[in-house]
């Protein structure tokens, strides 16, 4: 094979993450070259076997480098970036990685002459309350400023089997007496499986979705909270009440937790505003077709999903019938 028609080079930021290594493995499958960057190429190895001999390399990359991004674009026909944080650790603030990053890597793809696929989130909102949603909010801003033909993907909660939603809360009732419903559970979300919010990603890659066009990325079904843990419980086989805890206290539980060093906080007080808000697709993207079915995606139930990986929470594991 000549250098000529060598398949097309995807530089893919975050890849290596829970929603990045599936964007990989959906690249992988249509032979593209792929570029990995990453903070750390060292521990990204196990992506290597879902691609061919030499399709899939890595790169050292932060986006809070401008030099390193501009790096990790080079001689890239197409540039994904899945990088997205859910609180603030350290240097990687919400600000320098999801509005500040954002903008760098579309002014590196724009300078490089690729094209651009950017995840965002439902709910992104310059103005928002919330410092995550405002700050992915910006991010598109300075997209769009930069690249306005980029492609824009907005998820509700994803799920899948390294998920941060189903699989804290299918943990925690192993050891809690009880499951906190922020709020009451009354928030509802359209969870998404990983799968198919890669595959969107790759028919974007393909050149399937519309150019400079935002697109909200919902699962078939409308959940709340409360049945997002019910669904949850069911598939582990175990019985846990529900506490609803209004919204104020969980507000204070969420500071005080952010408090303590060297741990993952379960919940922050940011994560509670966000709660404040269904996260579901609009009406004005399902009537403008800008779904995940306008992209030809049937998306998959979450019940059908969920037993898949969830089934390591149940008491006895696989072998387990009957509820505790």
């Known amino acids: 094979m000549t250098l000529s028609n060598l398949p097309p080079q995807v530089t893919v930021f975050g890849g290596s993450g829970f929603v990045g290594r599936h964007v990989v493995r959906a690249l992988a499958k249509r032979g593209y070259r792929i570029r990995v960057a990453v903070r750390r190429p060292d521990l990204a190895g196990f992506l290597q076997p879902i691609g061919g001999l030499g399709q899939i390399s890595f ?9 390193s991004i501009e790096r990790a674009v080079q001689d890239a026909d197409h540039v994904v970036n899945c990088v997205g944080i859910l609180f603030e650790s350290g240097r990687n603030r919400f600000d320098s990685v999801q509005d500040f990053g954002a903008r760098a890597v579309a002014e590196a793809a724009r300078a490089r002459g690729a094209t651009l696929t950017h995840i965002s989130a439902i709910g992104a909102d310059a103005n928002s309350a919330s410092s995550y949603a405002r700050s992915k909010g910006r991010g598109e801003l300075g997209i769009r400023q930069v690249m306005p033909d980029a492609v824009i993907l907005r998820p509700s909660i994803i799920f899948g089997p390294e998920d941060g939603f189903f699989n804290k809360f299918a943990d925690m009732s192993r050891f809690a007496p009880a499951l906190p419903l922020v709020g009451g559970g009354h928030t509802k979300f359209q969870p998404v499986y990983v799968t198919d919010v890669a595959e969107a990603v790759a028919l974007s890659v393909d050149g399937k979705a519309a150019k400079g066009t935002t697109y909200e990325l919902g699962g078939p079904e409308v959940l709340t909270f409360r049945q997002c843990l019910e669904l949850m419980l069911q ?20 500071s005080l937790s952010s408090l303590i060093p060297f741990i993952t906080p379960p919940l922050t007080a940011d994560q509670v505003k966000l709660l404040r808000s269904d996260n579901i697709v609009s009406d004005e993207a399902k009537k403008e077709g800008r779904t995940i079915q306008s992209l030809g995606i049937t998306p998959a139930l979450a019940e059908a999903i969920l037993p898949s990986y969830l089934i390591r929470y149940r008491p006895k594991g696989q072998f387990t019938r009957g509820t505790l």
């Open 59 to 67: 790169v050292q990359a932060n986006l809070r480098n401008r030099a």
């Open 235 to 254: 598939v582990i086989d175990r019985k846990r009440p529900m506490v609803s805890i209004p919204f104020g206290i969980a507000s204070m539980i969420g």
